[in-house]
């Protein structure tokens, strides 16, 4: 080794890539359901892989392999639902410079060490899928990046900028992306990236206006402080920080005991992850990571958009996800930053929008961005249910019924929602083909009051459907309104009709007049005129029009003149009132009075009562 400072610094500096790429060719031969060193089925079998200078530039190649209708291999740089494409487990990808590798079980393509320049490749398909070799595909490899197969994404020359604050603390110097308050500036450090160089200021700001693209470490007073992405023509600031108009990703490695593959989350908890340190994180886009010791990892200059981020851990094998990264902001394990979503649709698998109880229906979920572009493969959304007495919703949006009625299903993720309904059905659903409506009293109600209605449902045999799944609405909701109970609120006087649907049976249903009256309107009194010839008697009949269903009704009658008596003079509920009018010895004329009936609150009526007396003469001759 040469002894300048030049070459000595060149030198230290090349041992540690080598390191680094060392590390990073051992941890993906590490990640068995990725990388397998099976020799693929074929005539032409590969060759053990060259050796490669550790110290030469080497990049990074990964995709996802499938088959389609025809049989044919097809390649894709991120996970991909469109029809007709099956995953290709055990594919195995040979490269022109002998190495190669095999898909996993979602046909996951990684490797490692893969040197620089153009590169050919052919493919194999697994050999329990028995078919020829298929197809060959050449791609460029980059230094430090990751070139996607199927994609002519990749890295790209030029020069970014880098910018920062640094200060004094009792662990040593630390590097913020703004000012901080309360922290000794670190004054007159010596900052270093990517072969540019300058000292902090008088408040710890330092500017390194010119640094290549690509991963350079961040070296201030010669310690080590962590890895930073130059994007050409963008400016990183920190080390934990976006670029305005690029973005972040961060979040943990961990393994769930409920999953036997690798995943990222937002945060690590006990009872559910098992933190991975060393797992290697990459983006679609170039960009890697390694989590440390408590499954950490961050991923600077991120392109905004839809992006699939693989992560693979010794010994746990590989997985990949789709998220969604926003100009300057961090997208936190795979959730979607608050503002990337506009809207979220939600239907069941092929339309279907039932579900039996004891069963499962997965759902379908599409997310859209707000200007309408759709995040396809997105699937990371919070789930709800309306109603989990009826159904329960699990993370993936699989939906199990367990009691019959409707439910609704939400979906929320980067600030929009979306929602479905569906029907819980009993098990070996039948149909409906009679619904009749069946009140808890009459159909006339007084406002401010309810009434509960039944819907029975019954089958071609006459049974009853007990639980069946109904829907109930009244026609004009200004004068009553239903829950979907069958609670219906007399809201104000006048008529309309109450509606039960039986759902799933093509518009089935019943209808029921309704009359809405007002609150002191319950009391009816027959006839409201009386008209006696002398002495004699009549009869009042005193109803209830809700029949008791709104509370008894209590009420006195009471006339005005001594010569006619009301009895009984009180009751409650329906009765009747016998009226005798007893002229006595009161001269010849008509007589008129009045009958008061009053119920309180619920009503009061008055009888028009007239008594006519004949004068008789008797000649005598």
């Known amino acids: 080794m040469l002894r300048n400072a030049a070459t000595g610094s060149l030198g230290s500096r090349s041992l540690a890539i080598g390191l680094a790429l060392g590390l990073l060719g051992c941890l993906l031969a590490a990640c068995a359901p990725i990388l397998?060193?099976?020799?693929?089925?074929?005539?032409d079998p590969p060759v053990a892989p060259d050796a490669v200078d550790e110290l030469a530039p080497v990049g990074r190649v990964v995709g996802f392999v499938y088959t389609d209708t025809e049989a044919c291999v097809t390649l894709r740089p991120r996970p991909s639902t469109e029809p007709g494409l099956?995953?290709?487990?055990?594919?195995?990808?040979?490269?022109?410079?002998?190495?190669?590798?095999?898909?996993?079980e979602g046909g996951l393509l990684a490797m490692g060490?893969?040197?620089?320049?153009?590169?050919?490749?052919?493919?194999?398909?697994?050999?329990?899928m028995g078919m020829a070799p298929s197809a060959a595909t050449s791609f460029e490899v980059r230094w430090r990046q990751t070139t996607c197969l199927g994609s002519s994404e990749g890295g790209s020359g030029g020069r970014g900028a880098a910018v920062g604050w640094a200060y004094e603390s009792p662990e040593g110097t630390l590097l913020s992306p703004c000012p901080r308050f309360g922290l000794r500036p670190r004054v007159g450090a010596r900052v270093s990236l990517g072969g540019a160089e300058c000292e902090t200021n008088e408040v710890g700001y330092y500017l390194l206006p010119s640094v290549r693209d690509g991963t350079h470490m961040l070296r201030v007073g010669g310690d080590a402080m962590g890895e930073v992405i130059v994007a050409p023509g963008q400016t990183a600031c920190g080390v934990d920080a976006a670029p305005d108009s690029w973005a972040a990703a961060a979040g943990h490695?961990?393994?769930?005991?409920?999953?036997?593959?690798?995943?990222?989350?937002?945060?690590p908890t006990i009872q559910t992850v098992m933190a991975l340190p060393g797992a290697l994180l990459s983006l679609d886009t170039g960009q890697q990571a390694l989590a440390d010791e408590r499954g950490e990892y961050t991923l600077y200059g991120v392109e905004p958009g839809l992006r699939t981020l693989t992560i693979a851990a010794p010994g746990y094998g590989g997985a990949a996800l789709v998220l969604i990264t926003l100009p300057g902001a961090v997208t936190r394990g795979s959730e979607a930053p608050a503002g990337s979503i506009g809207r979220i649709d939600l239907s069941g698998a092929e339309g279907v929008g039932f579900v039996e109880v004891g069963e499962v229906l997965p759902l379908r979920k599409l997310a859209f961005s707000p200007s309408g572009e759709r995040w396809e493969g997105f699937s990371s959304f919070e789930w709800s249910v309306s109603d989990t007495s009826r159904a329960t919703v699990d993370r993936h949006g699989r939906v199990t019924g367990r009691a019959m009625g409707p439910v609704t299903v939400r979906a929320t993720a980067g600030g929009a929602e979306g929602s479905v309904n569906l029907l819980v059905e009993p098990k070996g659903f039948q149909d409906a083909v009679t619904v009749e409506i069946v009140l808890d009293g009459p159909a006339t109600l007084s406002e401010g009051s309810t009434r509960t209605a039944l819907a029975q449902v019954r089958d071609a045999g006459g049974r009853v459907l007990p639980g069946y799944p109904v829907e109930f609405r009244c026609e004009d909701r200004s004068v009553a309104e239903v829950t979907s109970k069958g609670i219906v609120a007399g809201l104000r006087e006048g008529s309309t009709v109450l509606v039960a649907e039986a759902l799933r049976t093509g518009g089935l249903s019943a209808r029921a007049p309704l009359t809405v009256i007002p609150a002191d309107d319950r009391l009816r009194v027959e006839p409201l005129e009386l008209r006696f010839e002398g002495a004699g008697q009549g009869l009042l009949a005193i109803t209830d029009i809700t029949a008791g269903a709104e509370g008894m009704m209590d009420w006195t009658a009471a006339a005005t003149e001594p010569w006619l008596i009301a009895s009984p003079p009180h009751g409650v509920g329906d009765g009747?009132?016998?009226?005798t009018a007893a002229p006595g010895d009161l001269p010849p004329g008509v007589y008129t009075t009045l009958i008061e009936v009053d119920a309180g609150a619920h009503g009061r009526r008055v009888v028009f009562v007239e008594m006519s007396i004949q004068r008789i003469d008797v000649i005598i001759e």
Not at 576 to 579: K, L, Y
């Open 36 to 43: 397998n060193d099976t020799q693929p089925p074929d005539d």
């Open 86 to 104: 099956t995953p290709a487990p055990g594919a195995a990808l040979l490269l022109d410079t002998g190495g190669y590798a095999r898909t996993n």
């Open 113 to 128: 060490h893969v040197p620089v320049g153009q590169r050919t490749a052919r493919i194999w398909l697994g050999p329990d």
């Open 253 to 267: 490695a961990g393994l769930a005991y409920d999953a036997p593959m690798p995943y990222v989350s937002v945060e």
């Open 576 to 579: 009747e009132v016998t009226v």
